[in-house]
Structure formats: structure tokens, C-alpha cells
């Protein structure tokens, strides 16, 4: 959810950013130190072992800004070893690491803890530690843009935290393998809280416990994969209600936890946008993926965040992104966005998440998308195109959509507007809205509860649209530059071709005569003569509505 960062920045900025500026920014090489490399790459001291199951069991002193408690990491082992890595930011302690009753040894490098077994783990076993920690995480000053625990107070004085640490990284407040390649398969989260206050997590809520110290404990269990950044805390004085929806799985749980004092409108804002969501979402992309551990929306001071099966609202009940249509059209007053474009994220981010940090355009390009989808199935395919076309107001060109791989490191913010329009262009050039609504739902069955590449994502729509679409996604994933149509006349005869990064750069377009019927023609990056009879400069149209392109009349 790095898009409301990148939101700010379009308002501030856009119109004033040069083209020589932008040049720079997208020249500028940025270098990596060792820190990078150890939070970003699969090394065989992460790949040796699966994780299976966490059991977080913490305390937050909300007074002192410090938590303490342990993790349980249960795992199947890959391949024979004795030494693996976990996570945990520098500035949180490692009390001790226990296995089999007793404590092992470790070392620290950065954020990286290197734990040594005093036998070889045999590929196959199945095995366990607990790491016991402590310290004062770091405080998220603007969450969820730099990541951390958000102390805040509610209006009525209450306490009020929660956790976002997406990119940063769950390492940021419990130790963890973190990396988003492996997911672990189940996990309980037991959070203590001052007594008084609630905590709210993901999956199910199976036991409150009140202790002898003036705490109260929440266990919270998530039966279904998850990536580390969704597990959350939220706490602070919450009512709770709940509804249903009858949906493509049957009867799904729908729980919401609003502040105290906003139930009434919590029931009005999120009752007009919760159920249609799920219609529409369920139909483009199939069954909302995680029907065991429900749906739920919790408040937060925080703008939003897509923790699984239990998204961060921070939008203040109303419509629009903070009372804003961010496509310029109109069509982004009529709904939600926290709502709608968070939830979006539980098949795009959380069903579907990339092993990378650096192919972030699969969650983000996705659902960015979805917003449009929403739209059109509420008021029509048009209303929906409108607001993805307005969408490019946002679009900076300022850099590649991937970024570098194996550091930990997402690539420019243009994956959410510039990636929707991506995805609309594709399906404008597979011209068949059944099949791609097929596609769709096919990449969340397809993938269910997996981690994924771009290249796997692309993989896909290829294979099943019949279409090889991998240079129109490289150039407008891997490329800040858009991709140009030039026609120019020699000899008397109207030429076309791309100018693209991409060589081998092909997108079918659509083109048409002033007044006539749009048709594909299939330029290459070489001029090839426009079979159109009757066709020149003056009255040829390119279709610039649904497709993001220069187009040059030399």
C-alpha cells in the first residue's frame, strides 16, 4: 500500500518535474551494501528450511514504547544443515534462542541472526526453536509509509497502536524469516494488552485471557498461508460487530472493529461498500481466498494496509482516497478507496504475492487495476474505463516498474497507475472480456496461496490469452520510458512503426480513419507500410484512450 507515498508526491509534484530531471532520476544508480543483500537474497542459510508455523507471543508496554515476548518457528528442513538465518532489527535484543529445552548460539550481522544447532538438521525432519526478545521497536512516525509501531491516542484519550511495516519488514517489531518467498503455512498471534484495551490480529479471535499483571491476552489464529508483513496488532478501545455474505464459497464471516465512538458510522460507511466489494471482486477474480479465516476491517490512525483477513482502515468514513477523486473523473467520489483498493489487495498481495520485494507490480498493478473493475461493476464498462484513463495524472515515467532484484528494493510508484493502465492496454489487445475475466480468476486459482514471479505472472496471460505479451510487459515494466507510435509518409506511402526499448516491441494497437471503425494493425520497432486504404497523416486516429502511448506524425 506504498500508494499513498507516491500519491502525495503526484500532488506536490506533478507538472514541475522536467524532462531533464526525470532523466536523472531514471539514470541514477543506486548502490547496495551488504545489509541489503542479507534482508533481500535467498542464501541456502534461508532456503535450508521451511517455515510451517509461527506462535508470536507478545506484550506491548504501551507507556514505555516496549515489547517484549517470543517466537516459535516450526519448520521443515530442505536440505541438511546445521546453521540458518532469521531476522530481527538491530535495535530489538535476542534474550536467547532455545531448541530442544536449551539455549544455542547465534550471532548478529545488521538486522540477520545466525543460529548454530548442535547437530546436523537432516533434510525432510520436521523441527522448532523459540527465540525469546525484547526492546523498543522502531516508532512509525508516518505509518505506513516508513514503517514501524504507530503510538497514537483516540479522541476520547484512549491508547491507540498498531503495527505496518510492509518493505521495511516484519523483522521491524518480531523476529521472523524475513523474506516474502516463503510463507509460512498457519500461524497463532497472542498479543497482550493493557486491560481495558482490545487487540485486534488476523484470522479468528479463539481466546481471551486475562493475566495477573494488569494485562488482557488476545489469540488470534490465522489458518491459511500468510507473507510476515500482514500479521498486525491493532489496539485500542474497539466495539465489535459482524454480518455475513453469502458468497461464491458459501457463507463468509464479515467482522468489523470500529473505534467506540465511530460504530455509527462505521456501520453506514463500510455497510455500503463491504458487500458490493466482495460481489465484484468474486466475479473478476474468483472466491474471496480466505474464507476460513474471515473478513474483517479495523480502524486505524494510519491510512490503511492490506494485512490479511483484517485491513487497516484509516480513510475517516468517507468516499474517494481522503475525500479525493484521484482519477480527475468523478467516478472515485462514489466509493471508498481504503475499502475497496486495501481489500483488492487479499487476491493481488496476499493470495498471490511476489517472492520479491522487487516485483511489487503484482500487488500493486493488480489492484490498482481492481479499482476500475469495481467501477465497471457497478456502473458500466465505460465508467470504469473513464477512471483508469484519469488515473494517468498520477504517472511519473521516472524509472522502471521492477526494481532490483536480491536487496529488498520495489521499483518506481508508477506500478500503480501506470500498471492498471498496463493491464487495461492488455485487455484492449486480447479483445475478448470473457477471457479475461477467465485470466483473472485463472491467475487466483492458478497461483492460490503462493508466491510468484513476473515471470510466471506473464507466463500465464500468455499462455492462456494465445498472445505472447512478455515485450509489452517488459517495456512497460522494465522501462521508464512509454513506448511511441510513429507514421511517417515515404514515397508517397503512409509508414508505421514502434519506438520502444523493447526490439522486439510489437503491441497490437488500435488505429481507425476519421469517423470509422477501430482495427488492430501490429507495427514492429522497423517501418512497415500502414495497410490502410486511404490512410495519412491527417486523418488517421490511434487509440489513446486505452492505450497509454506517444504517437509522432513525422
Not at 181 to 194: F, K, Q
Not at 225 to 242: F, L, M, Q, S
Not at 373 to 381: Q, T
Not at 516 to 545: C, H, S, W
Request: overall charge neutral; aromatic content about 14%.
Amino acid at each position: 500500500m506504498k500508494i499513498k507515498r507516491s500519491i502525495y508526491v503526484i500532488i506536490l509534484l506533478a507538472g514541475l518535474i522536467s524532462s531533464a530531471a526525470k532523466a536523472q532520476l531514471g539514470n541514477h544508480k543506486e548502490t547496495f551494501t551488504r545489509a541489503d543483500t542479507l534482508r533481500g537474497m535467498l542464501t541456502p542459510l534461508r532456503t535450508c528450511y521451511d517455515i510451517n508455523y509461527y506462535h508470536l507471543d507478545v506484550k506491548f508496554d504501551i507507556d514505555n514504547k516496549f515489547i517484549s515476548g517470543n517466537v516459535l518457528f516450526k519448520y521443515t528442513a530442505t536440505q541438511d544443515f546445521t546453521k540458518l538465518q532469521f531476522d530481527l532489527f538491530s535495535n530489538m535484543k535476542v534474550e536467547k534462542v532455545v531448541y530442544k529445552g536449551k539455549e544455542v548460539p547465534y550471532t548478529r550481522e545488521f538486522n540477520a541472526v545466525f543460529v548454530t544447532f548442535p547437530q546436523t538438521i537432516k533434510n525432510g525432519s520436521k523441527d522448532e526453536f523459540t527465540v525469546f526478545y525484547s526492546g523498543n521497536p522502531t516508532i512509525a512516525k508516518r505509518a505506513p509509509w516508513d514503517g514501524g509501531v504507530e503510538y497514537n491516542v483516540d479522541s476520547l484519550g484512549h491508547k491507540w497502536v498498531s503495527t505496518a511495516c510492509q518493505g521495511m519488514g516484519a523483522s521491524v517489531w518480531w523476529p521472523t524469516k524475513d523474506h516474502q518467498a516463503d510463507e509460512v503455512d498457519s500461524a497463532l498471534i497472542s498479543i497482550s494488552v493493557p486491560n481495558g484495551l482490545k487487540d485486534v490480529s488476523n484470522g479468528r479471535l479463539r481466546k481471551v485471557t486475562k493475566l495477573k499483571d494488569g494485562y488482557t491476552r488476545f489469540d488470534w489464529f490465522v489458518a491459511n498461508p500468510i507473507n510476515n508483513y500482514n500479521i498486525e496488532a491493532n489496539i485500542g478501545d474497539y466495539v465489535h460487530y459482524t454480518d455475513t455474505y453469502m458468497g461464491e464459497k458459501g457463507k463468509l464471516t464479515l467482522d468489523f472493529w470500529p473505534l467506540s465512538y465511530n460504530l455509527e458510522k462505521a456501520k453506514k460507511q463500510w455497510g455500503a461498500n463491504t458487500k458490493p466489494m466482495i460481489k465484484a471482486f468474486e466475479h473478476w477474480f474468483g472466491p474471496y481466498p480466505f474464507y476460513e479465516d474471515g473478513y474483517k476491517l479495523v480502524e486505524t490512525h494510519h491510512l490503511g494496509m492490506e494485512h490479511q483477513s483484517g485491513t487497516a482502515y484509516g480513510n475517516h468514513y468517507q468516499n474517494g482516497y481522503l475525500g479525493r477523486d484521484l482519477s480527475g473523473t468523478g467516478w472515485g467520489l462514489k466509493w471508498d478507496f481504503i475499502v475497496i483498493h486495501e481489500s483488492g489487495h487479499e487476491w493481488f498481495a496476499n493470495n498471490i504475492t511476489s517472492k520479491d520485494l522487487a516485483d511489487m507490480w503484482i500487488h500493486e498493478s493488480f489492484t490498482n487495476y481492481s479499482e476500475s473493475l469495481f467501477i465497471e461493476d457497478n456502473w458500466g464498462k465505460q465508467a470504469g474505463q473513464e477512471y483508469v484513463h484519469g488515473t494517468r495524472l498520477g504517472i511519473q515515467n521516472d524509472g522502471p516498474i521492477i526494481g532490483p532484484y536480491n536487496v529488498n528494493k520495489e521499483g518506481s510508484g508508477d506500478m500503480y497507475y501506470k500498471g492498471g493502465n498496463l493491464l487495461n492496454m492488455v485487455r484492449t489487445i486480447i479483445n475478448d472480456d470473457e477471457k479475461w475475466r477467465g485470466i483473472l480468476r485463472g491467475l487466483n486459482k492458478t497461483f492460490y496461496h503462493q508466491t510468484v514471479t513476473t515471470e510466471q505472472i506473464v507466463g500465464y496471460i500468455n499462455e492462456q490469452s494465445g498472445k505472447n505479451l512478455t515485450p509489452v510487459f517488459d517495456q512497460y515494466l522494465r522501462h521508464a520510458n512509454i513506448p511511441t507510435l510513429e507514421f511517417m509518409t515515404i514515397s508517397g506511402k503512409l509508414m508505421v512503426r514502434w519506438i520502444a526499448d523493447e526490439r522486439a516491441f510489437n503491441m497490437p494497437v488500435k488505429v481507425r480513419l476519421k469517423g470509422g471503425e477501430y482495427q488492430f494493425i501490429t507495427p514492429k520497432t522497423r517501418f512497415m507500410p500502414l495497410n490502410i486504404e486511404g490512410a495519412t497523416k491527417d486523418n488517421i486516429e490511434v487509440d489513446t484512450f486505452n492505450y497509454y502511448i506517444g504517437v509522432l506524425m513525422d
